[in-house]
């Protein structure tokens, strides 16, 4: 079994900061793809940024320059540091992660709860 745990969402103005962490446990063998999410009333989640298993990272546009992900293998874990924030980035935030648990199994997707982020103006 495994388990995606997020932390560090809340309420900030717009302009502030916040970091998003998720932490991946359970009978993990390799973590390949590691990516956040984010959900806003009414409409789809969207891919907001993935980090993958070969180093490199994507961005949306409505967060390039603003938003950072980055990883750190040894502790399965995903981070998100989101600057200079605005309304339109309030939603509930997912973290996503492709697991292989053996070293049979194929890559399977986890998804956290979600935290919710709210940016007020």
């Known amino acids: 079994q495994v388990q995606l745990v997020e932390s560090g969402g809340g309420l900030v103005q717009a302009g502030g900061s916040l970091r998003l962490s998720c932490a991946a446990s359970?009978?993990?063998?390799?973590?390949?793809?590691m990516a956040w999410y984010r959900q806003a009333p009414g409409k789809q989640r969207e891919l907001v940024a993935i980090f993958t298993n070969g180093g490199d990272t994507n961005y949306a546009d409505s967060v390039k320059g603003r938003f950072t992900i980055s990883r750190d293998n040894a502790k399965n874990t995903v981070y998100l540091q989101m600057n200079s924030l605005k309304p339109e980035d309030t939603a509930v935030y997912y973290c996503n992660a492709k697991i292989r648990t053996t070293t049979w199994s194929s890559l399977t997707t986890y998804w956290g709860q979600g935290t919710q982020v709210t940016v007020s103006s």
């Open positions: 359970g009978s993990i063998f390799t973590t390949s793809n």
